[in-house]
Structure formats: C-alpha cells, structure tokens
C-alpha cells in the first residue's frame, strides 16, 4: 500500500481543482472495475458489478482533494495574499514550502510584524522569490491553488509521515479494495466514489449518492487520536486497528452496520478499536441524509497532526480496513 499511497501523495488536489488525482486514479482503477466515470461535480466513480442474481449496492467513499491556499492579491514587491481553501491552521502552515497548480515554487511566512501568538490566515503570505509585482504575475494569476508541499517518509516499523495523508490514505485503501475484487468477485455492487470538495462542505459525496442511491455505505477518511503528549482523552490510538466509526461532530453512524462491523472484526480477530469524535465531520452525513437515506458507517485511520505538513498514521491500520471492509461485504446476505 504504501507505493500507491505515495505515488497519490505526489499529485497535489486542493477542493474544485481535482483533475490531476483523479485522471491518476482513473488510469489506476479503470482496469478493475467493469464501468468508470466521472459526474458533473467531479467525482470519480468506479463500479464493480455483483454476481448476485439481486445484487445490493454498496458505496465506498474516499475524499480526493485537500486543503489548500487560493491567491487573491499581489503586492508591488511581489509578494502574493492568499485565502484558505478547506479548515487551515495558520500555525501549521507557516514556514512551509508550497507549490501551485502551475508548478511554481515558494513558501508560506507571515507579515514581518506579526508575532507568534497572532499568526493568523489573513497574515499569511506567499513568497515567490519574484522581484517584483510584474515579475510575480508572469508566474501566479489570480485564483491560482496552492499547496503544502506533497511528501511521504518511511518512519519506524509500518508508520509513515506526510501530506496529504488526509485522505489519500482512503484513496489507497479502495484501490487496495478493488485489487482484491479481481481475485474473488464480490456479490454486490461496489460503487467505488472518490469524491470532490470534502474539504469545503462534503459536497461531491452528496451529488454522488443521490445518483447511485446505495444500500449501504463506508467512508474511509481519517481521524484524530489520543496518543500524543497532552492530547484530549480519546479511544483511538495508532496501531490499534482500524477505528469504527459512531459518531462524530456531524454523524450518528448506523447502529446496526457499526454493531456487526464490530462482531466481524472481533470473530474474525481483525485489529479494530472505536471512534467517538467530538469535532469535525466526513462525507458520512452526507452520504446518510442523501436521498432516502443510506445505512452509512465509516472506517477511520487515526492520524496524528491532521492538516499539517507532517500527519502520521500507520499503515497497519489502513490494511486493518481493508480487511474489515471484504468480510463485512461478504457477509451481506
């Protein structure tokens, strides 16, 4: 997995600008599935026919795009004014080497006269190295995107650390879901959707399962934990398993498909354990409220420093839900 979650990594997405992530996941998961498209909002979906004489459908989701920056003004030294795209920490941000959508280099830092305790995203500026305004404009335009530089680094054991890992590491996990597929059919319908715009408002996920109306539905996104210095006390914890989700800020997850996730995993001795998250959100509720609603649940993959140039997760984890994901679709009557 880890090759494919850094060839994803390499490809920067921010929300609205997903071309790029999805023609590479396109030309990835084509071969596997037997349809592939892409809707008017821009999601990707993958469709990967049942052999069940009444096959149900089964949506699994992973956000494509991340956050990001858009240019909105630029100074007569050259300096560019930027907005965020999606939930930035100004903290996190500054100091960071980004790239845009064009290829064009540079680094995020705050006005001279800010100080620490006032580092704010309206005080964030992007630096070019242009030496002036008109050399700056021969390179950016406004509403160019840009991004953290994309990384991936091998850590200690199966942990790994970078950008985006939110959500590519979903992204990851499906093709891994479709791989396995090849080698033994599954009964039902797997809509693959690798959704547009989760990070400004869960947008794409909306828009797709109106059109599949699935029967069932996973997300796989990822999720905060407790296991740093200082952290608020929190069941999840890297290297633990995949975290079944019950709710969060924006979702109260189907009992009954959390209930048997829990019974499959604990039958089958799948590393698992639980998430309560009491912020944030992911395509689940919009996947659930959609249409006539859907028995929606979502796998997380705890994450340490989400939204920052250096989220953790463990890869272990990752596979745990892949593994989780097969036995509970086969396990649809």
Same mark, same amino acid.
């Given at each position: 997995?880890?090759?494919?979650?850094? =060839?994803?990594?390499?490809? *920067?997405?921010?929300?609205?600008?997903?071309?790029?992530?999805?023609?590479?996941?396109?030309?990835?998961? =084509?071969?596997?599935?037997?349809?592939?498209?892409?809707?008017?909002?821009?999601?990707?979906?993958?469709?990967?026919?049942?052999?069940?004489?009444?096959?149900?459908?089964?949506?699994?989701?992973?956000?494509?795009?991340?956050?990001?920056?858009? +240019?909105? /003004?630029?100074? !007569?030294?050259?300096?560019?004014?930027?907005? *965020?795209?999606?939930?930035?920490?100004?903290?996190?941000?500054?100091?960071?080497?980004?790239?845009?959508?064009?290829?064009?280099?540079?680094?995020? +830092?705050?006005?001279?006269?800010?100080?620490?305790?006032?580092?704010?995203?309206?005080?964030?500026?992007?630096?070019?190295?242009?030496?002036?305004?008109?050399?700056?404009?021969?390179?950016?335009?406004?509403?160019?995107?840009?991004?953290?530089?994309?990384?991936?680094?091998?850590?200690?054991?199966?942990?790994?650390?970078?950008? *985006?890992?939110?959500?590519?590491?979903?992204?990851?996990?499906?093709?891994?879901?479709?791989?396995?597929?090849?080698?033994?059919? *599954?009964?039902?319908?797997?809509?693959?959707?690798?959704?547009?715009?989760?990070?400004?408002?869960?947008?794409?996920?909306?828009?797709?399962?109106?059109?599949?109306?699935?029967?069932?539905?996973? +997300? /796989?996104? @990822?999720?905060?934990?407790?296991?740093?210095?200082?952290?608020?006390?929190?069941?999840?914890?890297?290297?633990?398993?995949?975290?079944?989700?019950?709710?969060?800020?924006?979702?109260?997850?189907?009992?009954?498909? @959390?209930? !048997?996730?829990?019974?499959?995993?604990?039958?089958?001795?799948?590393?698992?354990?639980?998430?309560?998250?009491?912020?944030?959100?992911?395509?689940?509720?919009?996947?659930?409220?959609?249409?006539?609603?859907?028995?929606?649940?979502?796998?997380?993959?705890? =994450?340490?420093?989400?939204?920052?140039?250096?989220?953790?997760?463990?890869?272990?984890?990752?596979?745990?839900?892949?593994?989780?994901? =097969?036995?509970?679709?086969?396990?649809?009557?």
């Amino acid at each position: 997995m880890y090759n494919t979650l850094k =060839t994803l990594c390499m490809i *920067p997405s921010v929300s609205g600008r997903e071309d790029a992530i999805r023609n590479k996941i396109s030309e990835i998961i =084509t071969p596997l599935c037997d349809e592939c498209y892409t809707d008017s909002l821009g999601n990707l979906i993958a469709l990967k026919k049942g052999s069940a004489a009444e096959p149900k459908k089964i949506m699994l989701c992973a956000h494509m795009d991340e956050i990001g920056f858009i +240019v909105t /003004y630029i100074e !007569e030294k050259g300096f560019v004014r930027i907005a *965020p795209i999606g939930g930035i920490d100004p903290v996190a941000a500054a100091s960071s080497e980004v790239v845009s959508e064009r290829g064009v280099r540079g680094v995020i +830092v705050c006005e001279s006269s800010v100080k620490t305790a006032d580092i704010a995203n309206d005080k964030l500026i992007i630096d070019i190295g242009a030496k002036s305004k008109k050399d700056a404009e021969r390179r950016v335009k406004i509403g160019d995107f840009f991004v953290v530089r994309p990384s991936l680094t091998r850590l200690t054991s199966s942990r790994v650390c970078g950008r *985006p890992l939110d959500d590519r590491i979903g992204c990851a996990v499906m093709i891994k879901l479709a791989q396995s597929f090849e080698k033994a059919p *599954p009964k039902h319908d797997i809509y693959f959707v690798f959704s547009a715009q989760e990070e400004v408002g869960c947008r794409g996920a909306k828009t797709a399962a109106y059109a599949i109306s699935p029967d069932y539905a996973i +997300v /796989y996104d @990822v999720t905060g934990t407790g296991d740093t210095l200082g952290a608020k006390p929190m069941e999840c914890a890297l290297g633990k398993g995949a975290a079944i989700k019950i709710k969060d800020n924006s979702v109260i997850c189907h009992a009954e498909t @959390v209930a !048997e996730l829990a019974r499959i995993a604990k039958e089958k001795n799948i590393a698992h354990q639980f998430e309560v998250l009491t912020y944030g959100g992911t395509d689940t509720s919009s996947i659930q409220m959609s249409g006539l609603g859907c028995r929606a649940t979502a796998l997380s993959i705890p =994450t340490r420093y989400i939204h920052s140039g250096v989220e953790m997760l463990d890869l272990g984890d990752a596979a745990a839900c892949v593994e989780l994901s =097969t036995a509970f679709i086969e396990s649809l009557a």
